[in-house]
């Protein structure tokens, strides 16, 4: 039996008659028998395979979707910490060196960031 290029395994036709030739019609029947059974032996390997796949995509987008939330979530608290502090006339009280160290950090933030879209984005090319 043999699907797409593979070969899958055999059919053993036995014959309790006293000749050991089958008929025509009795062997394309065989042969359309095999086929199919080829045929649905490769379809089950295809979708366990699709199934496979699907499973690593999801797992990759779980984990890629926690890694990107994480510098965004750093910098959104950051922003909203700077925000309050412009909102409440706050800013000039806060120590200068303390606020870029902040701005430092949500730089690298964005610049992970950045690094993880681009990566997903190559990512997805090499796929297409």
Do not use: C
Not at 4 to 31: H, I, M, N, T, Y
């Amino acid at each position: 039996m043999h699907a797409a290029d593979r070969s899958l395994g055999a059919l053993l036709l036995v014959s309790g008659g006293a000749s050991e030739v089958f008929p025509p019609k009795q062997l394309a029947l065989a042969e359309q028998l095999a086929h199919r059974i080829a045929s649905s032996l490769d379809n089950a390997r295809l979708y366990v395979e699709s199934q496979r796949a699907v499973r690593l995509r999801d797992n990759f987008l779980a984990i890629a979707s926690h890694e990107l939330k994480t510098p965004l979530t750093s910098i959104s608290m950051q922003v909203q910490f700077i925000r309050d502090l412009l909102e409440n006339d706050k800013l000039a009280e806060f120590p200068k060196q303390k606020l870029i160290q902040m701005l430092q950090h949500s730089e690298r933030e964005i610049d992970r960031f950045t690094e993880l879209t681009r990566n997903l984005l190559e990512l997805s090319r090499i796929s297409s």
